[in-house]
């Protein structure tokens, strides 16, 4: 499990968890209300899989092979479980629950087999500073996000509302960590990395195993 708690930008084995600076939108699109994709159809190409709705934002479905385009499917379901999503357990800050109900709905309708599979999924906790420059902050969230997709494997992206304290979380689910680390290393991403020390008082990032057994009969969280 990696985990990051200092005022120092994170070194590039850690870039896979996902752009650290997505979480830190105080008024955006994404926040505590659940963000659907705007289709769920398994013949669907373009599907929005984050709080941006553009183009350039939207995942490839004839990209990915079957198990991860359901997952993707599934996961506009995916809403925080508590208001005090900062501060809870990751497994039950998420709907889980309801993502694999849904997932099993759509392995009914595909007529799918579902085998065991692993996933990439990134927990990334924060605080931030006060009087930060939020509008910076979104930019750089939103251009790093368009890197991750153009690379490819990025099944999910959300984030929330930073709570009284400034606290947040936001979290990414990705094919797996090869695809996770590939996304993060583009110029926005540099920039994005550059000006944590100015924006945080704290962060903390760890990598976790989704593995999702036969049949969507469990599934479980373990350290990456």
Known sequence: MTTTTIHVPLVAEEVDLG?????????????????????????ARWFVVSPYPEPEHMLDLQSIDTPNRLLALALTTLAPATKEYA????????NWSDVMTRLKSLVREQGYTWTSQEFYVVDFRS???EDIDSELLFKLDKFSHVEATQSGGLLKYWYGTPDGNRRNLATCVWRNKNDAIKGGTGPWHQQARA??????EHIDVRGVRLIIEDDVASWTFAPY
């Open 19 to 43: 752009n650290p600076l997505r979480n830190t939108t105080h008024a955006q699109p994404g926040g505590f209300e659940h963000q659907a994709g705007k289709i769920d159809h398994l013949d």
């Open 87 to 94: 501060t809870t357990t990751y497994q039950d800050a998420i």
């Open 127 to 129: 605080k931030l500073m």
């Open 195 to 200: 000006i944590i020390p100015r924006m945080y």
